[in-house]
């Protein structure tokens, strides 16, 4: 939770530098941000509460409030006030500004682009309620808002590989939503989808993975279907002369597309982080 206050509050400073000239920075909002940071890191939780309330209070058609409320709402659950958070992060989510801050950025394509913060912003708001709603039990809120951070507020699709790592960050997620409902076929194979890709999120999702898995299988087990599915996997060239590595993993195909002779292919996968996970003791 700390780490996610602060990441809020160093991403608007990041955007009070740089923001477009569509958005003009209220720079009130601005000084109890840092005031709301100085309270925070000197463990000053109610001090932090109270600024962060004054914004929505004073300022509530600020675009930057879509951040805020989510840090309002993670203090909220950390002093078990879940119906308070879920009304900021309601807030949060329904607000709609009629400009808001973007900023310049390359992405992986090397292309400079102007991102906005709502979608991601909106997005991690869902997130919030979906947690919310499933500690109350409320499992079709508790799906309903997931899938909406999976679907209508996915950022960041530049080139493909920040969709499949916001995927990657929503998987545990939804793991936890189906274990709660019963389901934990559904909670592996959410898992796998997103499984052995190179993100920030992959040790996470892995260790997330195992711990199910070890509700099925023993770890002898689990090391050993690793290592049958590294025996056995397939490459099938493809038309810009890589490959397409497929690894079948309890009863999931994962398919990867890769460059390199299949030799060196094979030895990049018996060394892959996410497989030594799986078969450490």
């Given at each position: 939770?700390?780490?996610?206050?602060?990441?809020?509050?160093?991403?608007?400073?990041?955007?009070?530098?740089?923001?477009c000239?569509?958005?003009?920075?209220?720079?009130h909002?601005?000084?109890?941000?840092?005031?709301?940071?100085?309270?925070?890191?000197?463990?000053?939780?109610?001090k932090?509460?109270?600024?962060?309330?004054?914004i929505e209070?004073l300022?509530?058609?600020?675009?930057?409030?879509?951040?805020t409320?989510k840090?309002l709402?993670?203090?909220?659950?950390?002093?078990g006030?879940?119906?308070?958070a879920k009304?900021?992060?309601?807030?949060?989510?329904?607000?709609?500004?009629?400009?808001y801050?973007?900023?310049?950025d390359?992405?992986?394509c090397?292309?400079i682009?102007?991102?906005?913060?709502?979608?991601?912003?909106?997005?991690?708001?869902?997130?919030?309620?979906?947690?919310?709603?499933?500690?109350?039990?409320?499992?079709d809120?508790a799906?309903?808002?997931?899938?909406l951070?999976?679907?209508?507020f996915?950022?960041y699709?530049?080139c493909?590989n920040?969709?499949?790592m916001?995927?990657?960050?929503?998987s545990?997620?939804?793991?936890?939503?189906?274990?709660?409902?019963?389901?934990?076929?559904?909670a592996?194979?959410?898992?796998?989808?997103?499984?052995?890709?190179?993100?920030?999120?992959?040790?996470l999702?892995t260790?997330?993975?195992?711990s199910?898995?070890?509700?099925r299988?023993?770890?002898?087990?689990?090391a050993?279907?690793?290592?049958?599915?590294?025996?056995e996997?397939s490459?099938i060239?493809?038309?810009?002369g890589?490959f397409?590595?497929?690894?079948?993993l309890?009863?999931?195909t994962?398919?990867n597309?890769?460059?390199g002779?299949?030799?060196e292919?094979?030895?990049?996968?018996r060394?892959?982080?996410?497989?030594?996970?799986l078969?450490?003791?």
């Open positions: 939770m700390k780490s996610s206050l602060i990441f809020s509050v160093l991403l608007m400073t990041s955007l009070s530098a740089g923001l000239q569509s958005y003009t920075v209220n720079r909002v601005i000084l109890l941000v840092d005031s709301a940071k100085i309270a925070f890191c000197n463990n000053d939780t109610g932090t509460i109270g600024i962060l309330e004054r209070k300022y509530p058609t600020d675009a930057l409030i879509v951040l409320n840090d709402a993670d203090l909220y659950i950390a002093k006030k879940s119906e308070e009304a900021a992060l309601l807030y949060g989510l329904n607000f709609l500004p009629t400009n801050p973007a900023y310049r390359t992405d992986l090397n292309k682009i102007n991102k906005h913060f709502l979608p991601r912003a909106k997005a991690d708001l869902c997130v919030g309620l979906s947690q919310v709603y499933l500690k109350q039990n409320q499992f809120s799906i309903y808002f997931l899938n951070a999976d679907n209508k996915l950022p699709k530049d493909g920040g969709y499949y916001y995927k990657s960050f929503l545990p997620y939804f793991a936890d939503y189906y274990l709660a409902i019963g389901d934990t076929t559904k592996i194979n959410r898992l796998l989808d997103f499984f052995m890709k190179e993100d920030g999120h992959t040790v999702l260790q997330k993975l195992k199910i898995l070890l509700r299988w023993t770890q002898e087990q689990i050993e279907q690793v290592n049958r599915s590294l025996k996997l490459f060239k493809t038309s810009d890589g397409t590595v497929k690894l079948n309890f009863g999931h994962i398919e597309h890769d460059f002779n299949i030799k292919l094979s030895a990049l996968y060394k892959d982080p996410s497989l030594k996970i078969r450490a003791n």
